[in-house]
């Protein structure tokens, strides 16, 4: 085999591997635009219901299509670094940590705040006391016992809200006694309104929107005014106590998008962002990043009818 015909080989073999990565590369956005095609994101899910909202009046304006994965948050974190998912919703945003990994892999991830939520303590209706102290529930989890809580109830072992609370209380996993976990947000609160003495803790957003299905079990609870760590006084998780920041126990809520070209990520954020994304949040209970426009409409009155 001569000289020249072997570089011309290992050119050729370079220019066919080249040409099959850019074909997988546009396999990932062919026909995909902003406004345009489909795409997945994966959810926490305790924060699914403002999503499917979101992407439901999305797709109803544009020739898109998501298909949403809901699971615990750190489910949706581990299909991020592992690339199986490039575009995610989170109750929080990425860490140092986090961030250092995409670093190392030369990316840069597009992340977009779109709302303020909040974690709520939901009671069983029976009981008369609608006010609750943080100090005590995190006490609970370390183990002090007091008469006004017999157990605290999680929705996933996995979930923002266990590891939000964890890290108020200073604990690395949740105690194995009086503290409980489902699979969802909606068990946690159909156990507590059959369970006088329970504290659930599930996403406000679970309250503020509840299922037709779940209308009834809404009922039968409360949703406790919490006092914080620092500041006087019980707070409901209102949207007016989300604005002043009173509510000790806000989180803000994040679009991140890994997808690397303009796509349906890059455009989902920038709705998400928008006016007309933030109106729905707004809608949905809570609170927008950045508060709409109001937009007035002003009439003249005809002034041959004004009063002299």
């Not at 029976?126 to 609970?140: A, C, P």
């Not at 017999?150 to 072992?157: A, E, H, Y």
């Not at 409980?180 to 504290?199: A, C, P, Q, R």
Request: aromatic share 10%; glycine share 8%.
């Amino acid at each position: 085999m001569s000289k020249r015909f072997s570089v011309y080989l290992v050119l050729g073999s370079f220019f066919f591997l080249f040409l099959n990565c850019k074909k997988e590369e546009n396999n990932d956005y062919k026909g995909e635009t902003i406004l345009k095609g489909k795409a997945t994101i994966y959810v926490d899910e305790t924060i699914i219901p403002i999503v499917e909202d979101e992407v439901m009046v999305f797709e109803s304006k544009y020739d898109a299509k998501f298909n949403l994965i809901s699971k615990s948050e750190s489910e949706v974190l581990n299909s991020l670094f592992n690339k199986k998912a490039k575009i995610v919703v989170l109750a929080r945003n990425l860490s140092k940590k986090e961030l250092n990994i995409f670093e190392q892999r030369k990316i840069v991830p597009k992340i977009t705040k779109f709302a303020i939520d909040g974690i709520a303590f939901v009671s069983n209706k029976m009981s008369s006391d609608t006010l609750i102290g943080l100090k005590d529930v995190l006490g609970f989890m370390k183990g002090e016992r007091n008469s006004k809580i017999k157990g605290i109830v999680f929705d996933n072992p996995n979930s923002s809200t266990v590891d939000y609370m964890n890290k108020l209380a200073g604990l690395t996993a949740l105690p194995d006694k009086d503290v409980y976990t489902f699979k969802t947000n909606n068990e946690v609160l159909k156990f507590v309104s059959e369970n006088n003495g329970m504290i659930g803790v599930v996403g406000v957003n679970w309250l503020s929107q509840p299922v037709a299905s779940m209308e009834s079990v809404i009922k039968n609870i409360n949703v406790l005014s919490v006092k914080g760590l620092e500041k006087e006084g019980y707070y409901a998780p209102s949207q007016n106590n989300f604005a002043e920041g009173s509510y000790p126990l806000l989180r803000e809520l994040y679009i991140v998008n890994c997808q690397g070209y303009s796509g349906l990520g890059m455009g989902f954020s920038s709705f998400l962002a928008g006016d007309i994304g933030q109106r729905i949040v707004l809608k949905s209970g809570l609170l927008p990043y950045q508060m709409p426009a109001r937009k007035l409409n002003i009439i003249h009155g005809n002034s041959n009818n004004e009063k002299k």
